[in-house]
Structure formats: C-alpha cells, structure tokens
C-alpha cells in the first residue's frame, strides 16, 4: 500500500555490529608511562630502585672496562707496529752467504748500488738503502755500552720518521757526515749529548801481520734522537755510510739492503718483485717476520681479553634479572589490575621490557662516556697515578715504550656498545615474557 504524499516511511535500521576494540601501537605513551613509574619506585615498594642502581652502576663499570681495555690494547698494538716500522727496514734484503778460504760465511753484497737501484724501482718501494752493521763497545766518562752500529748516508737516515720526526730528538742531523748519531738510552748510559765525543771500540780491527789489533775511534756526538722503543734508543747508534764501511772493514760492500714500504701491512705484494729485482740467490727479512710471533700473540690477547670482559658484561646484565624479577613479583597485583582492564600481554611485556632495556642503554651510554673520556684523557690520568704511586709505575725497560698508550677506534666502541645493549635485551625479554604470562586471577585472587 502506498502511503499518502508527504508521509514519511519509517524503516527499521539493521543492528550496527560492535566495532572491534582497536589495539595500541607497540610502545605506546602509556606503556612508557608505566615503566618510568616502576622505575622510580620507591624502597618501601620492594627495593626496586636499588636493585636498578645496581645494575645501572655495573654495566657502566663494565662497558668502561670493556672499552678502556680494548682502547689500550689498540694503542699499545699501533705504538708497538708504529715503532717498528718508523725505525726498522720493512724488509731487509741480503745475500745467503758464501763460504771464504778460511771457513767463514761471507754475506756481504759486492753490488750494492746496483741492487739498490733495481729494488727501489719496484712498485710500492719508496726507498732502498745499503746498510753496513756491526756491535761495538761504546765508552765516554768511564762508561761502557755495548751498541750496535748502523751505517747508512745521510738522506737515508733523514728519511726515517721514527728517528727524525721524534719530539725527545735533539742536534743537528746536517752535520751527521761529521760525527754520529746515539740513540737516548745510549746517550744517558754514557752521561753524553751533543757536542761529548764517544769512543768506539770494535774488536776485529785493523789487520795486521801480528792479526788483527783492536779498532778504537772517536767520533762526536751530533744527533740524539729518540724512536719511541726503549730497546732501539738503548743500543743503537748511526754512523755515516763511507766512515762504517771503513771502521767495519767492508771497503766496497754492504751487509744488506734496507728497504721501505708505501704499504708495509701488505708486504705479500711487493715481496716477489722485491726478491726479482734483487737478483738470483738473494733472500728476504721482513718486520712481520721479525715481530711476528709478538703481534701474534697480542692478536691471542686482544682475543681472550675480549672474551673475559664479555663474561663480565654479562654478570653485570644478570642483575637487570634480579631486579625485573622481584619488581615482577612486587607489582602482581598491578600486573592483575591492568590485563582485567583490558592491556594485552603484548603491553604488559614491553612495559617490564623498557624498564629492564633502560637500565642496560643508560649503563652502555655511561659507560661509553667514561670509556671514551678515559683514552682521550690517559696521559694526565696516568701522570696522576704515578704521582700516587710515588713514581716508576711505568718501567720501559720492561715494556720497552715509554707510556702507556691507547687509541680510541669506533670499531671498538661500537663493538663494546653492541655486546652491552644485545646481552641487555636479551636478558630482560624472559622476566619480562614471565610477566606478561601472569594469570591476573591468580594475582588478584588474595588481594
């Protein structure tokens, strides 16, 4: 039936469903809000607050040592290798040897301008030196040292940064022509600086037809320099090339072919060209080859260190556990209270999650701090310690440097950084899932 014009028709609308409760976005406000709230609570509330300065103050102290560890294996490595290489032939090239008339090994180089030359065109080579070398006694002031001589012409002595680039060097390397130049060590052994005269006594001298008599020489000290290893400043001293070559009898040879690297890292590159240009019979000496076994075993070190300290940021995570564990246990009946009015366990985990995660980030961000501020800031540190200890902490004669180094890499302090924050984390998520499970019947059943 139609209805009459103007009429309204009234028709009964369909039920309109429930719309479904919308879930909230991980890591809500409120979330947060909860979890900054647990982690201000008070001591009458469970000792929370404690347990979380706990934890706080032992992953900072261990991510400190962490990184101040590493920083310091870092520079002592770069200050060792660094001295070497400022100091020392990357490779070393010499003849085998040769059997003379009367028995003995003859490896001196009869050719070695030539040899020099070809080596020092080879790619990645920045210099070739011959070298003549040999241990003397030195004596000054009634002193005696026992040194070993290295003799090698002026430019090529220039061109060794760990001898001329030192701040502790001092004299006028011009005029090395005219005397020679002592390492720090020797120069302090002997009571002797620029300008003394030092005595060098060689036992195979002159050769007479009585044998051979003793070569004594005085030479003038000209250069003291300082190539940052203790071992090197106390026994070595530079004598001009032609003067060496006289003193040492080696009229027209050398004893070997000290050769410089642009690379010397990645020595496997140029040691083949090396050994062609150098000729057939002739055999290579490198630095690794030299120092090999001690880089190796700081390698090991650097290693186990890493390990242990990893285990010590572990126990220092472990008492975030402790801490989320009886913060669980005291906010039962508020875990129970939230999942009736409707959080999700989803919620009630990332609530006990921030509270354990922010613990382990503000313990790593210290840490980080202090770690850094302690490589930075080592030498007065260290000059303090000293001072406590009323001086000779720090003996080069054993460690063979002079200070304690360290050199802060971003590798390291990431790596430090990462371990902290991952075993943090990881950590925190089984109290917290423990948390999230909690049946709010049982919680709420006794209150």
């Known amino acids: 039936m139609t209805p009459p014009r103007g009429q309204r028709t009234l028709r009964a609308k369909p039920e309109q469903e429930p719309q479904m409760a919308r879930q909230p976005a991980p890591f809500a406000p409120f979330e947060w809000k909860i979890a900054w709230r647990y982690l201000r609570a008070r001591r009458a509330e469970g000792g929370v607050s404690v347990m ?40 070393t090239v010499y003849n085998p040897g040769e059997y003379r008339e009367n028995g003995q090994i003859d490896r001196t180089i009869p050719n070695y301008a030539e040899m020099a030359a070809r080596v020092a065109e080879v790619a990645g080579v920045t210099r070739a030196a011959p070298l003549v070398k040999g241990q003397v006694m030195a004596a000054a002031q009634n002193r005696n040292a026992g040194v070993e001589v290295f003799g090698i012409a002026t430019g090529d002595l220039a061109a060794l940064p760990g001898i001329t680039n030192s701040d502790r ?18 120069a302090r052994e002997l009571g002797v600086t620029v300008g003394d005269r030092i005595k060098l006594i060689s036992p195979n001298g002159a050769r007479t037809p009585m044998g051979t008599s003793p070569r004594v020489n005085a030479y003038e000290v000209v250069y003291v320099f300082s190539a940052g290893r203790y071992d090197i400043d106390r026994t070595r001293v530079y004598m001009p090339f032609g003067e060496a070559q006289a003193y040492f009898n080696r009229e027209g040879v050398a004893d070997e072919i000290e050769v410089m690297v642009s690379e010397p890292e990645r020595l496997d590159r140029v040691l083949i060209p090396i050994l062609s240009a150098a000729g057939d019979g002739a055999q290579v000496w490198t630095w690794q080859d030299a120092s090999g076994g001690f880089l190796r075993a700081l390698e090991v070190e650097d290693n186990v260190m890493f390990i242990i300290l990893s285990i010590l940021v572990l126990i220092a995570t472990m008492n975030i556990v402790s801490g989320l564990i009886m913060l669980v246990k005291n906010k039962g009946r508020d875990i129970g209270i939230l999942r009736t009015i409707g959080l999700s366990e989803g919620s009630i985990l990332r609530v006990f999650f921030i509270c ?55 590798g390291d302090v990431l790596k430090a950084a990462g371990l902290s924050l991952g075993l943090s984390c990881i950590v925190t998520y089984f109290p917290a899932r423990r948390a999230a499970r909690l049946n709010p019947v049982e919680a709420l059943r006794y209150e």
């Not at 210290?366 to 001072?387: E, H, K, Q, R, T």
């Open 356 to 410: 354990g995660a922010f613990t382990g980030i503000l313990g790593t961000l210290m840490g980080v701090a202090l770690g850094c501020l302690f490589a930075i800031y080592i030498d007065p540190i260290f000059s303090f310690v000293n001072f406590v200890m009323g001086g000779g902490v720090w003996d080069p004669a054993i460690r063979g440097i002079y200070a304690l180094p360290a050199e802060l890499r971003l």
């Open 169 to 186: 060097s001092y004299g006028d390397l011009s005029r090395f022509d005219q005397g020679i130049a002592l390492g720090s060590g020797v």
């Open 52 to 91: 979380t300065w706990i934890s706080l103050i032992g992953i900072t102290l261990a991510v400190f040592a962490l990184i101040a560890t590493l920083a310091v294996r870092s520079g002592f490595r770069s200050d060792f290798v660094g001295t070497i290489l400022g100091a020392n032939a990357h490779v």
